[in-house]
Every structure is written in C-alpha cells, then in structure tokens.
C-alpha cells in the first residue's frame, strides 16, 4: 500500500510539470497591453538548478502570480537585464 501511494504521488509530481501551461497571458488592466509568457521557451532558456528556482523560488511549481511590481522588480525584469532579454516596455507589452 505504501509503495502504491509512493508511486501516485510522484506520478502527480511529474504530471505536475507537464501539464504547465506552455503559454500564459497576463492581460492585466495595463494600457500597455497583455504579456505573453512562454513557459516552455523560459523553461528551455534557464539551466541547472535554478530552473525552478528562478521563478518559483524554493516552493513547488505551482501557477505564478505577477503583478506590476513582481514584473519590474525580482522577478521578470531583473532577470531579463542579466540574460539579455527584453528590458522596454513594447517588447513584452502588445496590444
């Protein structure tokens, strides 16, 4: 019975990161325009161990919520500066 509950919850685990949405959008009530985030793409770019960590920090992968300040701050921004992502407004926001 153990070994069954063992192995449903890693199996749950595993889905858990495949069933990530590939793309998600953010259409916050900015005038800018919505922000397309590709899961798989940022998924592929970032490498070793902070491929969770980065944005997930030390918690399980779970939905992520951004807002204005998350986006500018800790969490898109900083890390688009350091990888050479896209840093100006237009390029994430579309309308």
């Given at each position: 019975m153990?070994?069954l509950i063992?192995?449903?919850?890693?199996?749950?685990?595993?889905?858990?990161?495949?069933?990530a949405?590939?793309?998600?959008?953010?259409?916050e009530?900015?005038?800018k325009?919505?922000?397309t985030?590709d899961?798989?793409?940022?998924?592929?770019?970032?490498?070793?161990?902070?491929?969770n960590?980065?944005?997930?920090?030390?918690?399980?992968?779970?939905?992520?919520?951004?807002?204005?300040?998350t986006?500018?701050?800790?969490?898109?921004?900083?890390?688009h500066?350091?990888?050479?992502?896209p840093?100006?407004?237009?390029?994430?926001h579309?309308?």
């Amino acid at each position: 019975m153990k070994k069954l509950i063992l192995a449903l919850v890693l199996i749950a685990f595993t889905a858990s990161f495949s069933l990530a949405a590939d793309i998600v959008t953010y259409a916050e009530s900015s005038k800018k325009g919505a922000v397309t985030f590709d899961h798989k793409a940022h998924g592929e770019f970032v490498d070793g161990s902070c491929k969770n960590a980065a944005c997930h920090g030390d918690a399980t992968p779970a939905k992520i919520v951004v807002d204005k300040k998350t986006a500018h701050g800790k969490m898109c921004k900083v890390c688009h500066k350091s990888a050479g992502g896209p840093t100006k407004c237009a390029e994430c926001h579309k309308k």
